[in-house]
């Protein structure tokens, strides 16, 4: 996973950014991580973990994605206040993610499980990232005029 995020932030964001934006690199994270999400929960072999990976070269994009599209929505007074708004909202998730996540993988994988699925909680992971990916479709690129009215104001 680590070396697929230096390729893909090294290589893939840079040649793709400029191109496509990072509002469509946002949502082909986000969408490639639903795959590895659903493929994962119902891994039928024992090789199909070790394949899905090949998914994360994209979902590692999703980060600086997120970052650089809110990094041109706000000011350059707010940036540090938008960065950490982010880093704030991505750590409160981690946390409570284990705390929903765990309970539900420990009872599809006990005996007393409601139907046997014993990846339904990865399922329910996926159903989260694809809840995100509806959204980031819904993103708008920041119109020309907000990008260059910046430097403008500058050299006035």
């Known amino acids: 996973?680590?070396?697929?995020?230096?390729?893909?932030?090294?290589?893939?964001m840079p040649?793709?950014?400029?191109?496509?934006g990072e509002e469509k690199l946002l949502s082909i994270g986000l969408l490639m991580g639903c795959a590895n999400m659903f493929v994962n929960s119902i891994?039928?072999?024992?090789?199909v973990p070790?394949?899905?990976?090949?998914?994360?070269?994209?979902?590692?994009?999703?980060?600086?994605s997120i970052?650089?599209?809110?990094?041109?929505?706000?000011?350059?007074?707010?940036?540090?206040?938008?960065q950490g708004c982010i880093s704030g909202i991505s750590s409160f998730a981690n946390i409570i993610s284990p705390l929903m996540f765990s309970p539900l993988t420990a009872l599809f994988l006990s005996e007393?499980?409601?139907?046997?699925?014993?990846?339904?909680s990865?399922?329910?992971?996926?159903f989260t990232m694809?809840?995100?990916?509806i959204q980031s479709i819904m993103i708008k690129g920041v119109p020309s005029s907000h990008k260059t009215g910046n430097n403008h104001s500058l050299e006035a």
């Open 15 to 20: 040649m793709l950014a400029p191109i496509i």
């Open 67 to 82: 970052r650089s599209i809110a990094s041109k929505q706000v000011g350059p007074l707010e940036q540090g206040k938008a």
């Open 112 to 120: 007393g499980a409601p139907f046997n699925f014993p990846g339904f």
């Open 43 to 47: 891994a039928w072999s024992a090789w």
């Open 130 to 133: 694809m809840i995100a990916f």
């Open 122 to 126: 990865i399922m329910c992971a996926g």
């Open 50 to 64: 070790y394949a899905t990976p090949v998914f994360s070269i994209f979902t590692i994009l999703v980060q600086p």
């Open 1 to 12: 996973m680590g070396v697929a995020g230096t390729i893909s932030q090294l290589f893939f």
